[in-house]
């Protein structure tokens, strides 16, 4: 059974920084491209970022570009979401998904004064 569950969302000024993380379990990690998603209130969900199987190609929405890094870790199933100079618009419900169907429950990050 496919399983993600992300952590990290937290409350944080805008300017700040955080990490978010999402644990995997229940398929061949390495072998899929996984991705970030985010939505906020009243909103659609959309893409943040892409990363591919290996890791060595990740594709971002042009509003995080130049402030989130997606990475994972394959030997730990870990995927990770760094997510720098944060604005209140970046206030959302992030998750992650295997692009196959699955989303974590997702956590949430505010950013706010």
């Known amino acids: 059974q496919v399983q993600l569950v992300e952590s990290g969302g937290r409350l944080v000024q805008p300017g700040g920084s955080l990490t978010l993380s999402c644990a995997a379990s229940g398929f061949t990690f390495s072998a899929y491209a996984l991705s970030w998603y985010r939505q906020a209130p009243g909103k659609e969900r959309e893409v943040v970022a892409v990363i591919s199987s290996a890791g060595s190609s990740t594709n971002y929405v042009d509003s995080v570009k130049g402030r989130f890094t997606i990475s994972r870790d394959n030997a730990k199933n870990m995927m990770y979401l760094q997510m720098n100079n944060l604005k209140p618009e970046d206030t959302a419900v992030y998750s992650c998904?295997?692009?196959?169907?699955?989303w974590g429950p997702g956590t949430q990050v505010t950013v706010s004064s």
């Open positions: 998904s295997d692009n196959r169907g699955t």
